[in-house]
Structures are given as structure tokens and as C-alpha cells.
């Protein structure tokens, strides 16, 4: 049985640097407040109407395919992890796909929201080792800017989130103990109503109406508070189902790269692990929560820095909207 080796990453994120006292124009906020709460001190918004998820995840596939050497021919098959797709439907990997000139070749959206991308390499794994596909290129690309509320009604949500894509390129392998060992997939609907966007939906008679951009209900809604103590139990659950799964401890693991939810997040979950704070990579004072792309752009920095070496066993773990949380632990 073949294994799922990432072959190559690349990233892309738009030049617009908003930082926070750009937000600080828009809303009762304060760079300390932000700084304090979430580590960011900046993130990217795209230009409206120039970028979108597919535009920037097609910029991140491109440097993937050159770092792994590898041209659009070589792909098999496209996942693409959004909560912020172009249309409500067809999915942005039919629009990365066309764009890649891959006409023809499978695209499948995956909307698990911030775990999104750990989700996308598990499937891409299962269709590797099922000798169904060679080579799949794993997607992960939001735009989140242009759906925020950024006035101070929508502060708590606005100042979190960015916009950005990474992406990967994942192929076969006969080699034993290399590439994506085992992933953990979970999902709790209890608390879908904790952090969501209720509208345009389905559900009523009207798909969009007046009253949901009067009642705001148009905006994404976040019980911060619940989903900090959620995720700062999820996040070591999963990393700790990833060793069971394999016989690994936490010290064989070189580093981890969690979703880029909130720097605080990320610093409860070191402790609580009991890992050194160098063990675990963070650029969300660059980027904010780029939700989907959160991942594969901090894998791509992460190798770019040299924080991630050939060999190296490397934990990627998420948690969000959904609920949905998850782990993959991965030998580069
Ligand atoms: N600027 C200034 N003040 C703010 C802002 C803001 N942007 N947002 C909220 N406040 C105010 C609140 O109105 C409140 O004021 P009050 O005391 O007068 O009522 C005060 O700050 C404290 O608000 P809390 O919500 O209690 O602040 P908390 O310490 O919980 O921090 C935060 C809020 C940062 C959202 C926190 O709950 C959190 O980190 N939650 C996790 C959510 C998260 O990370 N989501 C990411 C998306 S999901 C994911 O990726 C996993």
C-alpha cells in the first residue's frame, strides 16, 4: 500500500496589510486590546474583485507544483477547504481546477470550516493509499475580509480573522514510515450554533431577505468564551489520539502547527501538552485566523524557515466551526 508523502507547499497572501490601528479607525478597539487577547498584530485583506479563494489558492498550488517540481499535468485530483467560496455553488476547486487547466480532472470541496484543512489531507491520504490517485493537490483558501460586520457591533469576530491561501502538493510513496501516518477526524453538531453564519441559508422560506442584513444575521456569529474552553481541550485530545494511534510520545513529535486560531489558544495547549514553546510554530501576528488556509500557510513558513527539516515528524491540528477538530501527524 502506498503512503502519502507532501511532495511540495506554497502559500499566497494578498499585499494589503491591515493592521490594528487600521481597525482602530473603524471600531472601538485598541492595538493593545487585540495584541493582548489574540497575538495579531496584523492580517491580509484582498482587493475586492480581484482576489478571491480560488485566485489565491490557484498563486499557493502554482509555488506548491514548483517546490515539488512538478507541473499541473502531474494532478490527479484537487480538494479544496473553504467556508468562503466564490458562489454558493459550484465549489472554488471547479474554479482553482479551470483556472490550473485541469479540465476534466475531480475537484471536491471540503467545508469543516477551520479544520478544513486536516480534513482535506485525510481524504487526499485515503484516495493515495486506495491507489486511486497518484498525485492530489490539498487546498486551503478564505477570504474572510469582505463578510466581516467591521463596525464595533462585529468587533469580538472582525478583529480575528484574515484572508490568505496555502496549499499542498501530496503524492505516492513506497516508502515505509514517510509522509501522513494516520489522521484523527471529529465533528460535535451540539455546538454548531456557537461559532456560525446563519444567513443566506436554506432553512426558511427565503433564501435572503431585508431582515437579515437588518438583524445583522448576515455576520458571523462567535461565542468567543465557549470556543476557547472547547478548543483548548480538543486541540491536545487530538494530538494525543495521533500518538495513541501510532506509539509515538509527544517528545518524538519536532513540531506542531496548529490551526492559527488565537494565540492564546495555541499558548493553553503548549502548556497543557507540556511542550516546549519552540515545539509549537505560530504566525498569527502576521496572518490572523485564516481558518482553512491557517494550516498550509504556516507548513509552507514553517519549511521556509528551516523549522521543519526532511525527516522531521510533524503534528498539524485543528479545531473550529462545526464543532470539528482533528489531527494529522505527518513524517516530511
Ligand atoms: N476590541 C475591544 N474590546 C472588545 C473587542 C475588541 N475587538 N471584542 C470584545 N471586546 C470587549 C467586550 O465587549 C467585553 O467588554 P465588556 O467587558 O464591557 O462587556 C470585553 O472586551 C471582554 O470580552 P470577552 O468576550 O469576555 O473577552 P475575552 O477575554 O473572552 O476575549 C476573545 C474575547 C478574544 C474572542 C476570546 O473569547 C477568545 O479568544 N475566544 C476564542 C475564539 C477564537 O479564537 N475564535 C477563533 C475562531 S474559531 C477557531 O478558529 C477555533
Known sequence: MPNAKIAGMGKYVPERIITNHDLETMMDTSDAWIRERTGIHERRWVEPGR?????????AARNALKQAGMNEQDVDFIIFATLSPEYTFPGSGCLLGDELGLNGVGAL????????FVYALSIADQFIKSGMYKTILVVGGEV???ALNVSTEGRDVAVIFGDGAGATVLTATEEEGRGILTSNLHADGKYARQLYCEDPGSRGDKRVSHEMIDNG?????????????????????????????????????DLIVPHQANKRITEAVQQRLDVPSEKVFSNIHKYGNTTAASIPIALTEALEEGRIKAGDLVCTVAFGSGFTWGANLIRF
Not at 51 to 59: Q, R, S
Not at 238 to 246: F, H, K, N, Q, Y
Open 144 to 146: 474572510q475580509s469582505t
Open 51 to 59: 482576489e478571491t479563494a480560488a485566485t489565491m489558492g490557484v498563486a
Open 109 to 116: 470541496d471540503i467545508r469543516t470550516q477551520c479544520t478544513g
Open 217 to 253: 444575521t448576515i455576520y458571523p456569529y462567535m461565542n468567543g468564551r465557549y470556543v476557547f474552553k472547547h478548543a483548548v481541550t480538543r486541540f491536545p485530545e487530538a494530538i494525543m489520539e495521533t500518538l495513541a494511534a501510532t506509539g509515538y510520545t509527544k517528545d518524538d513529535i
